[in-house]
């Protein structure tokens, strides 16, 4: 028999089967609730259980320490229903969420940015069309039932593809055959949108978009899309890397700078190095010390889980972020038993 789940302070109430997750349940229900990676790697999803059992279910222990789950705190896209639940999740929302679709998709253009980055660009079948959110991502379905999740790196609306900025991983199943075997016209099965990191639009808070590496895909999507409704919200992107090489297309959010005034561009080297004139250090140190009070701000943070982590942290105690301003996208593994 399902359960009744009460969302709070929202009140938004849903039912949950025992064999689906929480996160599976309120989805299919068209409820949206924070989440990244779905597989209880990055964190996102956690919320506090008010009243009722739930099994916690599996996940990695850095998503949730045993001092979080003592307190009662779960991951929605791990834990099932024991019995009706009072959740505490002030960010969960009815408001339209797209439905995930399944779709062939033809590799396009596929361009090594990088050494270790390639840009691949997809083509949707003529009949088709794939709706998302500024922000979002979709997951390649590949065999064995695995699943790997890529952030969409063009604006919703912009045309009949999309566009992924990929890193490679040593060993990894999925790009190791991106960057070895792949070539224009194969054929790859697409699943999405997914994920709660996205613009919000109605949103006329000034916003800090901070990226490492391959996160500027989802920052890229976000600000052309910002830039295509004509909005003029002030918008400081961040990109931070280890090399200068990592900052691929450094070219495009200069010249989104140059171009729009209410847009601003800080690169952020890791250490200083030969030929570099620009700031250096971590990238949330740079940002605290440039914004060391964000209390009116919105922050989008997306790309390494270590940075995500620090930068929640740092903006949250240092630069009186306030915890329902700060977005963010882990780019976690793919889960090891997919
Ligand atoms: C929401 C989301 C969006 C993402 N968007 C992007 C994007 O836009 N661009 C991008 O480049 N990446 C993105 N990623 C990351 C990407 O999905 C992973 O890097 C993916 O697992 C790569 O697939 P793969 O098959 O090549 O590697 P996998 O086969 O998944 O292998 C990963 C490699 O790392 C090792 N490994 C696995 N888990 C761990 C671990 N916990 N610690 C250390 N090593 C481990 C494995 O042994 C293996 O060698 C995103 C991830 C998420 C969750
Ligand atoms: S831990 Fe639940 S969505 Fe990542």
């Given at each position: 028999?399902?359960?009744?789940?009460?969302?709070?302070?929202?009140?938004?109430?849903?039912?949950?089967?025992?064999?689906?997750?929480?996160?599976?349940?309120?989805l299919?229900?068209?409820?949206?609730?924070?989440?990244?990676?779905?597989?209880?790697?990055?964190?996102?999803?956690?919320?506090?259980?008010?009243?009722?059992?739930?099994?916690?279910?599996?996940?990695?222990?850095?998503?949730?320490?045993?001092?979080?789950?003592?307190?009662?705190?779960?991951?929605?896209?791990?834990?099932?229903?024991?019995?009706?639940?009072?959740?505490?999740?002030?960010?969960?929302?009815?408001?339209?969420?797209?439905?995930?679709?399944?779709?062939?998709?033809?590799?396009?253009h596929?361009?090594?940015?990088?050494?270790?980055?390639?840009?691949?660009?997809?083509?949707?079948?003529?009949?088709?069309?794939?709706?998302?959110?500024?922000?979002q991502?979709?997951?390649?379905?590949?065999?064995?039932?695995?699943?790997?999740?890529?952030?969409?790196?063009?604006?919703?609306?912009?045309?009949?593809?999309?566009?992924?900025?990929?890193?490679?991983?040593?060993?990894?199943?999925?790009?190791?055959?991106?960057?070895?075997?792949?070539?224009?016209k194969?054929?790859?099965?697409?699943?999405?949108?997914?994920?709660?990191?996205?613009?919000?639009?109605?949103?006329?808070?000034?916003?800090?978009?901070?990226?490492?590496?391959?996160?500027?895909?989802?920052?890229?999507?976000?600000?052309?899309?910002?830039?295509?409704?004509?909005?003029?919200?002030?918008?400081?992107?961040?990109?931070?890397?280890?090399?200068?090489?990592?900052?691929y297309?450094?070219?495009?959010?200069?010249?989104?700078?140059?171009?729009?005034?209410?847009?601003?561009?800080?690169?952020?080297?890791?250490?200083?190095?030969?030929?570099?004139?620009?700031?250096?250090?971590?990238?949330?140190?740079?940002?605290?010390?440039?914004?060391?009070?964000l209390?009116?701000?919105?922050?989008y943070?997306?790309?390494?889980?270590?940075?995500?982590?620090?930068?929640?942290?740092?903006?949250?105690?240092?630069?009186?972020?306030?915890?329902?301003a700060?977005?963010?996208?882990?780019?976690?593994?793919?889960?090891?038993?997919?």
């Amino acid at each position: 028999m399902p359960h009744q789940i009460t969302l709070m302070p929202s009140g938004i109430a849903f039912a949950a089967d025992a064999n689906e997750t929480l996160l599976e349940a309120a989805l299919r229900q068209d409820i949206l609730l924070p989440h990244g990676c779905k597989h209880g790697a990055c964190g996102t999803c956690k919320g506090s259980v008010l009243s009722g059992a739930a099994d916690p279910g599996k996940y990695l222990p850095h998503a949730l320490s045993d001092t979080e789950r003592e307190a009662g705190k779960i991951l929605f896209c791990a834990a099932h229903a024991k019995s009706d639940l009072t959740l505490d999740c002030p960010q969960a929302s009815m408001s339209a969420r797209i439905h995930p679709k399944s779709l062939p998709v033809r590799i396009e253009h596929l361009e090594k940015v990088a050494e270790d980055i390639i840009l691949l660009r997809l083509r949707l079948p003529a009949s088709e069309t794939f709706t998302f959110r500024a922000g979002q991502y979709l997951d390649f379905l590949l065999t064995e039932n695995r699943r790997r999740s890529f952030s969409i790196a063009n604006a919703p609306e912009s045309g009949d593809f999309i566009e992924l900025h990929i890193r490679r991983i040593r060993g990894g199943f999925f790009t190791t055959w991106l960057f070895e075997t792949a070539k224009v016209k194969d054929i790859l099965q697409i699943e999405g949108p997914y994920g709660s990191f996205f613009l919000h639009e109605a949103s006329e808070k000034p916003a800090i978009l901070m990226a490492t590496g391959t996160g500027f895909a989802p920052i890229k999507s976000m600000v052309e899309w910002s830039l295509a409704q004509n909005h003029c919200r002030p918008l400081h992107f961040y990109w931070g890397s280890r090399h200068a090489s990592g900052l691929y297309a450094r070219a495009l959010p200069e010249r989104w700078a140059a171009e729009h005034s209410h847009l601003r561009f800080t690169p952020v080297l890791f250490k200083s190095a030969p030929d570099w004139e620009g700031r250096t250090g971590s990238i949330e140190e740079v940002v605290a010390a440039d914004y060391p009070d964000l209390s009116t701000f919105e922050v989008y943070a997306c790309g390494s889980p270590e940075m995500v982590e620090t930068a929640q942290q740092t903006l949250l105690e240092r630069c009186r972020l306030p915890e329902s301003a700060f977005y963010a996208d882990a780019f976690t593994f793919a889960a090891p038993e997919q």
